[in-house]
């Protein structure tokens, strides 16, 4: 161990870190409870060197939003409208594929598809949404919908959930986004989210896309009612789970922002923002990579967080992003491809475009 951390109140758990051992939920607290940020960011940043070195990997993708309109109200969210409300929207497939046609022969490597949960439209829709897309985009990868949608799609369809994670692949989805997760907690759902399945049925659906061969996201909603003790009760459910399916193939982090919704928590600090980014990291042994998610993290935040275990940032985007737009999030709507590279260069670490499943689609070059 450096000498710098031998005092540390946290030394006894870099020693584990060095060692390779895995970490229990005591441990998990104390990580989350220590002063010392740089030995927590040196434990950290030893896991994501010893996984990826100074790889920094980012996808070039495309936001599609099919729709605003949820029958939910979860506390949390600026993003759902009510039919018919100011700002509500939803798209006919027609127009999305026409939109879509825009970025034939681009090289875009995937669009993330999201929504909310539609009291009226019906299931044939989300079919004919990925026919189409897949039809114009044959080789951007689908990555749509959270398990909670799923959820959704299996009571409007009356299907069972494994048909229509079938019936949904077959039709062009290729990869299942980690939202709904919020915190696993029971208790912190009744307060945030008390209509949204629960922790069980999350699994359930990411565990038939496992079986499936898709590999899926799995995110945390942090920053709001939760405890560290929650987070760690979140984190831990995910490393249980990914020792059976391993098909989880990133982690994301993401920060609570306050306007235009109900909950009106105080959003994180940046010192929690880092702690949560190098916990998650030091706990989640067995998920292969931690994503920063810039457009909610903030730019110069995210540059900090490649030293605290993040070694992916997401993405190069160009369509307004809403759901942490809406929520206030000042990042910008749009970054390109070499600004994204530069804020990595500039980071000490080196950028790397991949594809949807991790795959490195360039020689690394320090
Ligand atoms: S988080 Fe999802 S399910 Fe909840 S209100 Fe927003 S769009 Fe609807």
Not at 276 to 291: E, F, G
């Amino acid at each position: 161990m450096q000498a710098l951390f031998a005092r540390s109140d946290i030394a006894d758990l870099i020693s584990k870190v060095e060692a390779g051992e895995r970490l229990s939920a005591e441990d998990g607290l104390r990580l989350f409870r220590t002063p010392d940020i740089a030995a927590l960011g040196y434990a950290a940043n030893l896991v994501r060197e010893r996984l990826h070195g100074d790889t920094t990997t980012y996808i070039v993708n495309r936001y599609l939003h099919y729709s605003n309109v949820c029958w939910d109200t979860c506390k949390f969210c600026s993003f759902y409208r009510k039919p018919g409300e100011p700002g509500s929207f939803t798209k006919p497939v027609e127009q999305i594929v026409e939109w879509a046609r825009q970025f034939e022969g681009q090289g875009i490597q995937e669009l993330h598809i999201v929504g909310g949960l539609h009291p009226s439209l019906k299931y044939d829709y989300y079919l004919q949404l990925l026919r189409g897309l897949k039809g114009v985009l044959p080789d951007t990868s689908l990555k749509g919908f959270t398990s909670v949608e799923i959820d959704w799609f299996s009571r409007i369809g009356r299907k069972d959930a494994r048909m229509v994670m079938r019936e949904m692949h077959e039709a062009g989805l290729d990869s299942l986004t980690g939202g709904g997760a919020e915190i696993f907690a029971e208790h912190v759902r009744k307060q945030i989210c008390p209509n949204k399945i629960g922790a069980e049925r999350y699994f359930e659906i990411h565990g038939i896309a496992h079986e499936m061969g898709l590999k899926t996201q799995v995110t945390m909603l942090y920053g709001h009612v939760e405890s560290d003790a929650d987070r760690i009760d979140h984190l831990l459910r995910i490393r249980d789970f990914q020792d059976r399916t391993g098909g989880f193939q990133v982690f994301i982090p993401l920060a609570y922002h306050a306007e235009n919704n109900a909950l009106k928590a105080r959003r994180a600090s940046g010192m929690t923002d880092l702690k949560v980014y190098a916990v998650s990291r030091l706990m989640l042994d067995n998920v292969p990579h931690l994503k920063c998610y810039w457009i909610s993290a903030g730019l110069k935040l995210s540059q900090v967080a490649l030293g605290y275990g993040v070694d992916d940032l997401d993405g190069i985007v160009y369509e307004h992003e809403r759901i942490f737009h809406d929520a206030g999030s000042g990042t910008p709507q749009k970054l390109g491809e070499e600004d994204v590279r530069k804020l990595i260069r500039d980071a000490g670490r080196v950028p790397c475009r991949r594809d949807s499943r991790y795959k490195l689609l360039e020689e690394v070059t320090a």
